[in-house]
Structures are given as C-alpha cells and as structure tokens.
C-alpha cells in the first residue's frame, strides 16, 4: 500500500511537473525572456496560436508582465490580447493581425520539397478569424482591418491603446 501511495505521488510529481516545465519553457521559447521582469517582445512574428495561448496561461499564473517594444504579430497578439492585464506598448510597438490560413492537405506528399509536389499534396486552403480576443476581433471586422492573402494590417499606436495600456513603469520603454 505504502509504496503504491510513493508511485501514486512520484508519478503526480512528473506528470504535473512536466506539463507545467513544458508550458515555462514554451513560454521561454516564444519570448526569449527567462526570469526577466518585463519581459520584453520584440521581433515575434507568431506561430501556433495554440503555444501563444498556453504561453499565456503561464504567464498569467506566474503574474510575469510583459513590455511589446516591436513587432508582435499573428499569435503574438493573441498572447498579448490574454495577458494584457500584465502587458504595455511603447510607441515602437506593431501589433499586426491578419485572417488565419488553413491548408489541408491529403494528396500526394512525395516531392513536398518542390512548389509542384506541394500543389499536389495540399487540397485545400482556407481562411478563418482568429480570436485576437473578442473586442480586437469584433474591431477588426468591424473596420476592415482583416487583410486579404498573406498580408497584415499593423494597428496605429492610437489603435493599439484602445486595447493595451501605454507603457509608464518601465522609464527606458517610455
């Protein structure tokens, strides 16, 4: 009994330690900051929203702040969008959106390398709305700030503040 009560608790220890050292490291991965308070975003051009939104759960939990002095593009907003609370811009912030891109593919993957054996092995490319949070989403829609294909829109700083705080605790950002 004892001993299947210490592999109960040992296993409970690397499960849950594993999956929150995983969620700090994506975090890390994405951002570049260890233990840097503020974390300071620059130069992130997104990626799968799904790491920028478990960055976020761990960032909240963790109560890091965060400083966009740079481009935060794609999933970098939706991160910012999650954490804004713990989050400012300076005026050297870019907060680019753009609608998200699908693609499916089941054909032939053999020659994916060339842009011929990729035609052949996506069948389809789709676009949807990511969810930049729902008032950033709802005032994109709203003002046609979605671009068409693989471009984005930068919001303008005054754009921007109607989401994100100015920075003013970090007197080298200001």
């Given at each position: 009994m004892r001993v299947c009560v210490l592999y109960l608790l040992l296993f409970a220890f690397v499960v849950l330690g594993a999956s929150s050292?995983?969620?700090?490291?994506?975090?890390?991965?994405?951002?570049?900051?260890?233990?840097?308070?503020?974390?300071?975003?620059?130069?992130?051009?997104?990626?799968?929203?799904?790491?920028?939104?478990?960055?976020?759960?761990?960032?909240?939990?963790?109560?890091?702040?965060?400083?966009?002095?740079?481009?935060?593009?794609?999933?970098?907003?939706?991160?910012?969008?999650?954490?804004?609370?713990?989050?400012?811009?300076?005026?050297?912030?870019?907060?680019?959106?753009?609608?998200?891109?699908?693609?499916?593919?089941?054909?032939?993957?053999?020659?994916?390398?060339?842009?011929?054996?990729?035609?052949?092995?996506?069948?389809?490319?789709?676009?949807?709305?990511?969810?930049?949070?729902?008032?950033?989403?709802?005032?994109?829609?709203?003002?046609?700030?979605?671009?068409?294909?693989?471009?984005?829109?930068?919001?303008?700083?005054?754009?921007?503040?109607?989401?994100?705080?100015?920075?003013?605790?970090?007197?080298r950002f200001v």
């Amino acid at each position: 009994m004892r001993v299947c009560v210490l592999y109960l608790l040992l296993f409970a220890f690397v499960v849950l330690g594993a999956s929150s050292t995983e969620a700090a490291t994506v975090l890390e991965k994405l951002f570049k900051c260890g233990h840097e308070d503020p974390c300071v975003i620059r130069d992130n051009l997104g990626g799968s929203p799904r790491f920028y939104k478990r960055a976020a759960k761990e960032a909240l939990k963790k109560g890091t702040r965060f400083v966009v002095d740079g481009t935060c593009a794609s999933s970098c907003v939706i991160f910012a969008s999650r954490v804004r609370k713990n989050l400012c811009i300076t005026k050297k912030a870019r907060m680019e959106i753009h609608y998200g891109v699908l693609v499916e593919g089941f054909g032939d993957d053999s020659g994916t390398s060339t842009v011929e054996g990729f035609r052949r092995f996506v069948t389809r490319v789709s676009s949807f709305v990511p969810d930049y949070g729902k008032d950033i989403t709802s005032w994109a829609l709203k003002n046609h700030k979605l671009p068409d294909g693989a471009k984005v829109y930068t919001m303008t700083h005054t754009e921007a503040l109607q989401f994100w705080k100015p920075c003013t605790y970090a007197r080298r950002f200001v």
